[in-house]
């Protein structure tokens, strides 16, 4: 792991997200936003929209991701939980938190969405390698949990994807040296399983709007460890549709 890779990097990012692009995104957000608050399908409306405005495939991903309806954020913001962790199980979407993580660390696109989470663009699609910033997320999960004292973490990892049983050994390895109980699954059925729980750290929207409480955990770790992260900020886009 001694290559220097950047999760998540496109180059085409610097002309598919530049200020202006930007700008016509949060006009086409709130396009998709007035749509889905009214029973649109978000699939069905994004394709719209991003037709409308000819949006590139990446830039058409982060509306599906960024952009949530009013119902779904008020749903999902009334179950997040902030305090309060101390001697709790956590229960950890494995993948879907370093892979954030590892991106954040790469210095590559993010967005802030609109139900408060952050999520990323990398679409790995099945296939994982650890990379040079594995251990740097991983590390940073085991110091945020740890400064809450919690009781126990459980990750939760999905086996069809490439290189899980290489990862629970990292996880393992790493936060051995911390003061709280680890166990990592690696399982085919991770959504349903974490759909059923409480404090759950994940930013996967069907988890969200079935689990029975969840932590925002990236967001905090990648403020304290990263600053004023320069997000593509579409949570901001909330206009009264």
């Not at 969840?214 to 009264?240: C, F, H, M, R, V």
Request: hydrophobic letters at 40%; charged letters at 30%.
């Amino acid at each position: 792991m001694s290559k220097v890779v950047k999760r998540g990097f496109v180059p085409s990012d610097d002309v598919e997200f530049s200020e202006e692009a930007v700008k016509t995104l949060c006009t086409a957000g709130n396009d998709l936003k007035y749509l889905i608050n009214r029973g649109y399908h978000l699939k069905g409306a994004s394709v719209f929209v991003g037709n409308h405005f000819m949006l590139s495939e990446r830039q058409r991903l982060a509306l599906a991701r960024g952009i949530s309806s009013d119902n779904s954020i008020k749903f999902r913001k009334e179950k997040e939980i902030t305090t309060g962790f101390e001697n709790k199980i956590i229960h950890i979407d494995g993948f879907n938190t370093i892979i954030t993580l590892e991106v954040a660390f790469s210095d590559s696109l993010l967005l802030k969405c609109m139900d408060g989470t952050i999520r990323d663009l990398a679409a790995l699609r099945g296939t994982y390698r650890l990379i040079d910033k594995t251990d740097d997320a991983i590390e940073s999960i085991g110091k945020q949990l740890e400064n809450n004292k919690i009781d126990k973490a459980v990750f939760y990892l999905d086996a069809p994807v490439s290189n899980s049983g290489r990862l629970k050994v990292r996880i393992l390895d790493i936060l051995s040296r911390y003061n709280f109980d680890v166990e990592v699954e690696v399982i085919n059925n991770v959504d349903s399983v974490l759909s059923e729980l409480d404090y759950v750290v994940t930013s996967d929207a069907i988890i969200l709007d079935k689990c029975i409480s969840w932590i925002n955990l990236t967001e905090k770790i990648i403020k304290e460890e990263k600053g004023d992260y320069g997000y593509i900020d579409l949570s901001l886009n909330q206009s009264a549709y």
